[in-house]
């Protein structure tokens, strides 16, 4: 249930920013979830309704973008996404040798007034 701690953190940012206008109303949250973070996005949107109660961002509408891992090998440049079926390692050259790229996100990427 940490999603929901996560999405009352982000409901908090997004009424931060949206501090400069007072009377707006927040139509739509926009934010990046990333596959390393473990947060699943059908339970960041299960939570959002309750956690937005009572707040600028009630009746918002919520924007998930889950972003996959992915990985490049460090010998053959591959960029992949790294699974169990090839013990992590390369599909290309079968290294362990690899540099993330992507998948760590978690960041409230953009918000919408009406």
Do not use: W
Not at 8 to 30: G, L, R, Y
């Amino acid at each position: 249930m940490h999603e929901m701690s996560y999405m009352i953190n982000f409901i908090n940012m997004a009424e931060d920013a949206a501090k400069k206008e007072p009377e707006a109303k927040i139509s739509a949250i926009e934010i990046a979830v990333g596959e390393m973070t473990g947060l699943l996005p059908e339970y960041l949107e299960k939570y959002f309704p309750e956690a937005s109660a009572g707040t600028r961002c009630a009746g918002a509408r919520l924007k998930i973008d889950y972003i996959p891992v992915r990985v490049r090998c460090n010998d053959c440049q591959n960029i992949y996404h790294p699974d169990r079926d090839h013990s992590y390692r390369c599909p290309s050259c079968a290294s362990n040798n690899a540099t993330l790229i992507e998948g760590r996100e978690l960041e409230l990427k953009n918000i919408s007034l009406e």
